[in-house]
């Protein structure tokens, strides 16, 4: 595998647990907030300047739908983590604190609560829109050459099965009501479990995983095959 390639992955992992971290924002308290909210700006930065290739290619590739519902994923995935970084720094009281930003704290706290719900779940499909190549990286890894009759029979079962609970605790979390902003204010449970909730979020991002997946799975085969038609 090419170092630009590790360090692409590296990244993406170090990302996925900083968003994790972030969602926990009870248990750990404004600094740690702030500057894990830092960390991933950077580790943001430095995602898209690896991917500039996907810059340079906008106009010149064909649109299959496939591509078409990865480019607007991006293209939220974008807008909710912009908004998350100029609703942190508004809202930094640490980090950012000598810039003197005062005022608009109402409209910076509604935006930050919106923006990072959206976020995680933007950045779940984002995954799982990729999930391809980290599926290939493990079968490297374990030296997994080809797919059993078994994996092919479990592996959709485990992802339906975490699908099923991920969905259940996200209605019960209150997501929805975050992100169609229903409410203004977040409920912050200071005396939730550590590890119950992140096990609960871990079931949310991975839910989001699957169905992005499958949902790539299914306009690949399926509406890529008519597109190929069309052309023929």
Known sequence: MRPKAVVKIIVDIFMTLALLFLMGYPFWGDV????AGTAMFLLFLLHHML???WYKSFFKNKYPPMRIFQLLVDVLVLLAMLGLMVSGIMLSNHVFDFLNIRGHMSFARLLHMVASHWGFVLMSLHLGLHWNMFLGITRKILQLHGASQLRKIMLPIFGAMITVYGMTVFIQRDFLTYMLVKTHFVFLDFNASLP????DYLAIMGSFIFIAHYVSVLLRKFLGKKVHKKEA
Do not use: G
Request: hydrophobic share 55%; glycine share 0%; no cysteine.
């Open 32 to 35: 740690a907030h702030e500057w």
């Open 51 to 53: 991917n500039a290739n």
């Open 196 to 199: 119950l909730f992140y096990f």
